[in-house]
């Protein structure tokens, strides 16, 4: 007996709806859900190879930013809110795997460099949200071993503090932190 496929109900009814393409999924899928399934997708993939999985966290977190852009350049605050805390809540999983999994002094640096361009690219997170991912980042920059990585990536962290405006990004302003500038670079 042939077993039938979980989306064979799905292409019978598109099918008999009169559809050309008896192919078509119908399946409707909310943005959340498909997070939360590359959330847990990504936490598998950590478990064997954490580079890889931090890298991948990080790449949702900014898709998921750009889904609150999206969100928000159609009038659809309440959804880009959400984006954000999706954007936020995973690089708050990057930064965790980060501190358990990565010990490899350069993989460490090439981490924060990531942190880094992601957290300058993100352009939705609330200002607490914000400050805490990138205090945080310039705290994991101090703590590398070798101290020309330690320059080199708390400079990097240094731009964090003082975000250039974007398109869209008019609380750029309200990021600014001078003084956080000055202290990353007196290091």
């Given at each position: 007996?042939?077993?039938?496929?979980?989306?064979?109900?799905?292409?019978?009814?598109?099918?008999?709806?009169?559809?050309?393409?008896?192919?078509?999924?119908?399946?409707?899928?909310?943005?959340?859900?498909?997070?939360?399934?590359?959330?847990?997708?990504?936490?598998?993939?950590?478990?064997?190879?954490?580079?890889?999985?931090?890298?991948?966290?990080?790449?949702?977190?900014?898709v998921a930013d750009r889904?609150?852009?999206?969100?928000?350049?159609?009038?659809?605050?309440?959804?880009?809110?959400?984006?954000?805390?999706?954007?936020?809540?995973?690089?708050?999983?990057?930064?965790?795997?980060?501190?358990?999994?990565?010990?490899?002094?350069?993989?460490?640096?090439?981490?924060?460099?990531?942190?880094?361009g992601t957290l300058l690219?993100?352009?939705?997170?609330?200002?607490?949200?914000?400050?805490?991912?990138?205090?945080?980042?310039?705290?994991?920059?101090a703590k590398l071993l070798?101290?020309?990585?330690?320059?080199?990536?708390?400079?990097?962290?240094?731009?964090?503090?003082?975000?250039?405006?974007?398109?869209?990004?008019?609380?750029?302003?309200?990021?600014?932190?001078?003084?956080?500038?000055?202290?990353?670079?007196?290091?």
């Amino acid at each position: 007996a042939d077993a039938a496929s979980p989306l064979d109900g799905d292409v019978a009814s598109s099918a008999e709806a009169g559809n050309a393409d008896p192919l078509a999924f119908n399946k409707a899928v909310n943005c959340r859900k498909l997070f939360v399934f590359l959330q847990e997708t990504v936490a598998m993939i950590a478990q064997g190879d954490p580079e890889l999985g931090f890298k991948l966290y990080l790449q949702i977190a900014s898709v998921a930013d750009r889904c609150a852009i999206a969100a928000n350049a159609v009038g659809k605050t309440e959804e880009g809110s959400e984006y954000s805390a999706i954007a936020y809540e995973i690089m708050a999983q990057a930064f965790l795997l980060y501190e358990d999994e990565v010990s490899d002094s350069k993989a460490q640096q090439r981490s924060i460099v990531s942190m880094v361009g992601t957290l300058l690219a993100c352009r939705t997170f609330e200002k607490d949200d914000y400050d805490a991912l990138v205090t945080k980042t310039a705290q994991y920059a101090a703590k590398l071993l070798k101290k020309a990585d330690q320059c080199k990536t708390v400079m990097l962290c240094a731009h964090l503090f003082y975000p250039t405006v974007r398109d869209g990004g008019a609380n750029d302003s309200a990021l600014r932190n001078p003084q956080r500038v000055l202290e990353c670079l007196q290091r």
